[in-house]
């Protein structure tokens, strides 16, 4: 398995909007081979921030790697950059590889 | 629910060691009130370390507050900080609660 999460700095106060833009967006994942299931996720208040990240899993790299060079990704992120202010700065990417 | 992870800077050339002593540890978490599963994840290799992330997931921050109250923990946790060399540094906490 793999767990693909993207990191966001959601500024002080957006998060409520930051959290409508994920309820309300088609991610066209269900029929995508290989996706297991997606979490948005909340962590810490910071000075200027709250840190969320987009949580998925995967039945391997592979299977993520694909989807992200297909028309799937390519819908769910059409509209991605937009609300601008809510976000400090550009999302930071991991992926990691279920080891146990 | 709530996700619980620590992270782990494991010295080059040390991530087979690491691994096992997590393969080999008792956890005492099957038991535990609110545990549903736990993963021990493997992140990008930097350049003097591997990042690691041990991500424990929960029925909810109470659960996993009182484990880490716990004799269970206690007894998880009796043999850590063995080992120093294979850990650059102490791991860093996050906890995040599951929104979507």
Not at 45 to 72: A, G, I, M, P
Request: some cysteine; proline content about 2%; charged content about 30%.
């Amino acid at each position: 398995m793999y767990i693909a999460m993207n990191r966001f700095k959601i500024a002080l106060g957006r998060e409520n909007e930051f959290e409508k833009i994920w309820k309300e967006r088609e991610t066209y994942l269900d029929d995508v081979p290989g996706f297991l299931n997606f979490h948005l996720i909340k962590g810490e208040k910071r000075e200027l921030h709250t840190v969320y990240v987009s949580h998925s899993t995967w039945r391997s790299q592979c299977d993520f790697s694909n989807w992200t060079k297909s028309k799937e990704f390519r819908s769910a992120h059409k509209k991605a950059g937009g609300n601008k202010t809510v976000y400090l700065g550009h999302p930071i990417f991991e992926g990691f590889e279920v080891v146990l």
